[in-house]
């Protein structure tokens, strides 16, 4: 059990450009989720997955923002034209099924839109 | 979807004291909670789950829950300087939770 892994652990860029973050979860799990997080707030919901459907996504969810888990293991969050609003902690979870099964968080990865 | 209500205070304990965060819970349907600890600037991590009704003990840490009241604690004995983080509560198959704020612990020395 290595983790979850998100990558890249930082990223800077300009307003307009569009950004792409990876997320590993952990092998066995089946469920995979997108969190954002702001300073003083808690994890907000994306979205996120059960293998490799998209099960839900946040009503808040911006359509510049789209996540895909193409084979039900790793999943990518890409943001479109990036806002000054979107700088933020974005953090992915992994979790097998079930109401007992708690979920892993990753790193994080870090967004600074200038 | 579920929701949980945490006070986010900050709660300013001594250490050495005992520290008490509540969390209440909108879903009666809800079997299972889970703790969780975020240090600033970092990811949350899991501390405590609990799937029953009463208390679970894990060294300093006690989670309690009460279904009838739908509410769920968790104390901290002997708190130490190091437990000074904010504390998340979720429920399980709460994936589609916005986990609020969570509430702040200071442990001052």
């Known amino acids: 059990d290595t983790g979850v892994s998100q990558d890249p652990r930082h990223k800077i860029t300009k307003r307009g450009q569009n950004v792409t973050f990876r997320c590993d979860p952990i092998s066995e799990h089946n469920r995979l989720y997108w969190y954002r997080q702001t300073l003083g707030q808690g994890p907000e919901f994306l979205t996120y997955?059960?293998?490799?459907?998209?099960?839900?996504k946040s009503r808040l969810l911006s359509d510049r923002f789209s996540a895909e888990r193409p084979k039900g293991s790793f999943s990518t969050l890409e943001i479109q034209r990036t806002e000054q609003g979107d700088s933020a902690m974005y953090l992915c979870a992994s979790s097998l099924v079930g109401e007992n099964s708690p979920l892993h968080f990753g790193n994080g990865t870090r967004l600074t839109v200038t | 979807q579920k929701e949980v209500e945490q006070n986010s205070g900050p709660l300013s304990v001594p250490e050495g004291a005992i520290a008490s965060l509540n969390c209440t819970y909108s879903?009666?349907?809800?079997?299972?909670f889970f703790w969780y600890r975020q240090y600033s600037g970092k990811s949350p991590e899991l501390i405590m789950s609990?799937?029953?009704?009463g208390d679970k003990e894990d060294g300093r840490f006690t989670a309690q829950l009460n279904k009838a009241s739908q509410y769920v604690s968790l104390l901290i004995r002997d708190s130490q300087p190091s437990d000074s983080a904010t504390y998340l509560c979720?429920?399980?198959?709460?994936?589609?939770?916005?986990f609020g704020k969570g509430t702040s612990l200071l442990v001052t020395p």
């Open positions: 609990i799937y029953s009704n």
């Open positions: 997955f059960q293998n490799e459907a998209q099960l839900e």
């Open positions: 979720a429920p399980g198959e709460g994936y589609a939770l916005n």
């Open positions: 879903d009666r349907g809800s079997q299972s």
